[in-house]
């Protein structure tokens, strides 16, 4: 099964997330449709940026994040990547704001952050 991304998005490492939204919204503009504290997604369209201060559950910070369009595809490229014998760093997990998600870590040490929507 070839996977299907619904979405790339850049996660960028920041102290505190809430210290840059002049920035991104004032500035630039953005819409915030998503502020946990430790993670804030800003968005114009398909456009979007997150900044993080620690994630909240993983024992690693993602840099980037890959949404595909279901759980049945989050679990074959959960399964493709321990079969390719890619490390994983967070395994499959049931967050608690509505996504199941692990982290991978690539062949040049990026850690991405897999996910699709329950």
Known sequence: M?????????NLAVADPA??????????????????????NHSAGTAQVQLISRDATSPE???VSV????????????????AAGY??????TDEPW?????FVRTPQGVVVNVLAHR
């Open 19 to 40: 210290a840059d939204a002049p920035f991104w919204t004032g500035l630039l503009g953005l819409d915030t449709p998503m502020d946990m504290g430790w993670v804030v």
């Open 67 to 82: 949404e595909v369009n279901d759980l049945a595809t989050l679990q074959s490229v959960h399964d493709g990547a321990v």
């Open 98 to 102: 509505g996504v199941r998600r692990f």
């Open 87 to 92: 490390e994983i760093v967070h395994p499959l």
């Open 2 to 10: 070839t996977p299907t991304v619904r979405r790339i998005v850049a």
């Open 61 to 63: 910070d993602s840099r």
